[in-house]
Structures are given as structure tokens and as C-alpha cells.
């Protein structure tokens, strides 16, 4: 039986959660600091570091609380080491650090990709993941395509030139007037809306893996928001804050944006699935959350598509200690001078790193 400490600040939640033999989640905590980052309409870095400063030490204690688990029980700690704020991500490597060099237990970093990508492992009944798979990662820093052949090994087919999925999608809530994240709240209203009404543009209908979403964005913005004129009554660059037109309705614009943006994800994995013999589609990230990209990715391909429960979709502590415990069965040890890496792609050299 091996447990590990997962701890996670890379971006708006500080998170920990004691998990064993990386599928067993004993305990997992998460402070939300959504509701100090809605006013901006997005994460405000510097808020979001003093925030988890203040909220660290009581959600790490209590995932130790909840699972019932001393520190001398643990076998390991693995935190988050990037890609994220530096700031945000500095507060959970160096109380991670403190907490190793107290305990004596080994530190282990963390890439958050891996992180989502370990989040599919968490599932109780235990059911083995059988190599290769294809994973899309869609979150709201990231959207990566990329084949998965073994525990560590990645190799990358794609992913976007532009805006990440989750970043599209609060990017057009804002200018929808909906509430920050604007992924649910999109999904939400989308329920009530025409996915026809519009014909958005669908990303990059190409033979590559790469996705770009700016101009889809744009559309919507252009279809749908009142235009930015000066005071000599020409037209302006985009408004900051722009406005929805009057004869629009939200909900059609969000149906038919989402319709748009998740056809263009279905499109590429489904074939990206085919020609690279996969056994299973893994989707995981903040926007696998979302039903209607389950749906028809369940829809449009032959093989099985998994997706986290949805509470682990989002950032989570369990997620980075399922994570862990695959590099703790491989070995890998990380030095207690450990560094953040903000920028920080995941390919097989990442995990021996
Ligand atoms: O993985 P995550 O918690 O954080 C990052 O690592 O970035 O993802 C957050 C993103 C946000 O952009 C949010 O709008 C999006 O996930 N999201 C959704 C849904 N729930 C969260 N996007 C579409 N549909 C949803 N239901
Ligand atoms: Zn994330």
C-alpha cells in the first residue's frame, strides 16, 4: 500500500488530497478561490498567490485530517511544479518542501498535465488502462493532443495555436455577460439555446492536430456583441467590455459557440484515435466537464472514451497524488531544492526530469 500527499496551486484552487496506490482517493480538499477572481472576469495572479498563501497549511491539514493519516504514514509528498502562475505555484512547491525536509519523506514534482491526465486512474472500482490511448487535454490553460504509450511516455500531435478551450469559452462568457467561469455557465445556458442559429466558424479544418479558436472568438464577437465606435462614429478595435446586441439571444450564441468549438475537438481526436490504433479516448482537463463534449465524442467514435467524474475534471489534489504515485513506483525522486517550471510542456523528458 503505497499513500501520497498530492498538493496543487498552480492557478485558482489550492487543493491537497491523500490518495493510495494512486486510484483510492482517502481525502480530498479544495478552496475555491473563484468567487475573489468573478469581479475581474478572470485569475488575477497576484490575489491568487496571497490567497492560497492563506489557505495552504489549513487545506493540507485537513486532507491529512480527513484521510486519517499521520505524516509518518505517508510514503511520499508530490506537489505541482508547473506549468502555472509562478507565483501561485511557489507557494505549494515551498510548503511542500517544508514539509519533506520536516517529515523526511520524499518530494516528488509534479507536471499539472500529467496531473489531469492521472485524474482518469482515480476510479473506484479500479479498471487498468490498457496502452496506447489518445488523450485530450482541454482546460483552460491547454489543449493538447497527444498519444499516450506508456506510464511517461507522451508524445505530442497536436494542440492550439492560439487560445486554450477553457480560455475560449471564458473569453466568450465574459462577452455573453455571463458569470466568470464562463465554461459552465456557457453549458448552462447553451440548454436553452439553438446550436444552428449561428454558423460559427470551426477551427482549422485541416489535415493537422492543431486547434485555433482566436477566430471563432472573433466571430462571436462580431455576430453577437453591439460594435465599439468612437466618438467620431467610426468603428474601434474590440471593446473591453463589450456589450450583447439587443435583437441577440445569449443562449443561441452559446449553443451554437459550443457546437462550434467541441465539433472542432470531436473532429481531431476521433481521427487522430483511428490512425494511431488507440485502445481509448481520455479526455480530461476543466472542459471535460462538459456534457456536450462527452456526448459527442461517445457519439462519433467506435472506441471507448473515459472522462474523470466531475469533480476531478477541475483542478483537485487527488489528481496530482495519482500522479505521483505512478513516479514513485518508477523510482523518480525530486531534489528538495526543486524549482518551478511555469512554462512546461508535457513530453516523455518531463517525467524523468
Ligand atoms: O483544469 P482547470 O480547472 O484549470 C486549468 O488547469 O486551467 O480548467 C478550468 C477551465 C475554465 O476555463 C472553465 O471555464 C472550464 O475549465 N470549464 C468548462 C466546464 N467546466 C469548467 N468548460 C466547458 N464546459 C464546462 N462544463
Ligand atoms: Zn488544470
Redesign the pocket.
Known amino acids: 500500500m503505497t499513500t501520497i500527499l498530492g498538493i496543487e496551486s ?4 489550492t487543493a491537497a488530497a491523500v490518495v493510495v496506490d494512486g486510484h483510492t482517493i482517502l481525502s480530498n480538499v479544495i478552496a475555491t478561490q473563484i468567487d475573489l477572481h468573478a469581479r475581474y472576469g478572470g485569475v488575477f495572479p497576484e490575489l491568487a498567490s496571497r490567497a492560497h498563501v492563506e489557505a495552504i497549511s489549513a487545506v493540507v491539514d485537513q486532507s491529512m485530517t480527513d484521510a486519517g493519516v499521520s505524516y509518518d504514514k505517508l510514503d511520499a509528498i508530490a506537489v505541482t511544479r508547473g506549468p ?1 502562475l509562478v507565483g501561485s505555484l511557489l507557494v505549494g512547491v515551498n510548503y511542500a518542501k517544508g514539509l519533506a525536509l520536516a517529515t523526511g519523506k520524499p518530494l516528488m514534482g509534479i507536471n ?2 500529467e496531473g ?1 491526465v492521472y485524474s482518469l486512474w482515480l476510479s473506484e472500482p479500479y479498471r487498468e488502462i490498457r496502452f496506447p490511448v489518445l488523450l485530450l487535454i ?5 489543449t493538447e493532443l497527444l498519444l499516450m504509450t506508456d506510464h511517461g511516455k507522451y508524445e505530442r500531435l497536436g494542440g492550439t495555436l492560439d487560445d ?4 475560449a ?2 473569453k466568450v ?1 465574459r462577452m455573453l455577460g455571463l458569470p ?9 445556458a447553451a440548454k436553452m439555446g439553438n446550436p444552428t442559429a449561428f454558423k460559427f466558424p470551426r477551427s482549422k479544418r485541416d489535415e493537422s492536430y492543431d486547434f485555433s479558436f482566436s477566430g471563432l472568438k472573433t466571430a462571436v464577437m462580431r455576430e453577437a456583441t453591439v460594435p465599439h465606435m468612437g466618438a467620431d462614429g467610426k468603428k474601434r478595435g474590440p471593446e473591453k467590455n463589450p456589450k450583447v446586441r439587443s435583437d441577440v439571444s445569449v443562449n443561441d450564441v452559446a449553443a451554437s459557440f ?1 457546437d462550434a468549438l467541441v465539433g472542432a475537438l470531436v473532429e481531431k481526436t476521433v481521427r487522430a484515435a483511428k490512425e494511431y490504433n488507440v485502445t481509448e479516448i481520455l479526455i ?10 462527452r456526448q459527442r465524442l461517445r457519439a462519433e467514435s467506435e472506441l471507448p472514451v473515459r472522462y474523470p467524474p466531475l469533480n476531478l ?4 489534489g487527488a489528481m496530482i497524488a495519482a500522479a505521483g504515485y505512478f513516479r514513485f513506483e518508477a523510482g523518480l525522486r525530486s531534489d528538495l531544492d526543486l524549482d518551478v517550471q511555469p512554462m512546461w510542456p508535457l513530453t516523455s523528458d518531463t517525467y524523468a526530469t
Open positions: 498552480s492557478c485558482d484552487e502555472g499539472h498535465l489531469h482541454v482546460s483552460g490553460g491547454h486554450a478551450a477553457g480560455e469559452f471564458d462568457g466568470f467561469p464562463g465554461g459552465p455557465n456557457i453549458e448552462r459550443q480530461a482537463g476543466g472542459v471535460s466537464a462538459n456534457g456536450v463534449l475534471c477541475t483542478d483537485n
